[in-house]
């Protein structure tokens, strides 16, 4: 069995998702401190009703859901975009998973109107990514 060999270029990747997972782990320690402190007990995801605590602790949970949210999309492109650019795709991973803090971070203190300037930085990137996937992964199936 040969060994599997990582390029300092992978390496980048590797740190990025490492922190991507930290950052993940730190947002859900942070929905844990708003329960205890907005009394949301488990299993109830969202708070009920339309108290300014509800509305406070929505934010910091939805913050963090919608991130769980576009995980999924965004790990599997960043390992497509490494198989073939694997520099991009680890300095890409961090500036997404920065633009991903500041939309934490802009929502659970300043509620949905907080989101934007993550949202802007987050989905021009992810947006850019799939779209060099969709266009060179057609042209590698058309042979071109």
Known sequence: MQALAIT??????????GFIGIANQAMAIAVAKARKQYGVEYPRLYAEGDSENARLFNCVQ???QNTL???PVWLAAQA????????????LGFVWMAGRIVYFLGYSS???QG??????V????QIGVLGFLLVNGGRTLLGA
């Open 80 to 91: 497509a975009l490494a198989s073939v650019h694997p520099m991009t795709a680890g300095v």
């Open 69 to 71: 949210e576009q995980l």
């Open 8 to 17: 300092p270029e992978q390496g980048a990747v590797l740190a990025s998702i």
């Open 122 to 125: 987050a989905s021009l990137i």
């Open 62 to 64: 939805r913050a963090h």
């Open 115 to 120: 989101r934007l300037p993550g949202t802007i």
């Open 110 to 112: 300043k509620g949905p």
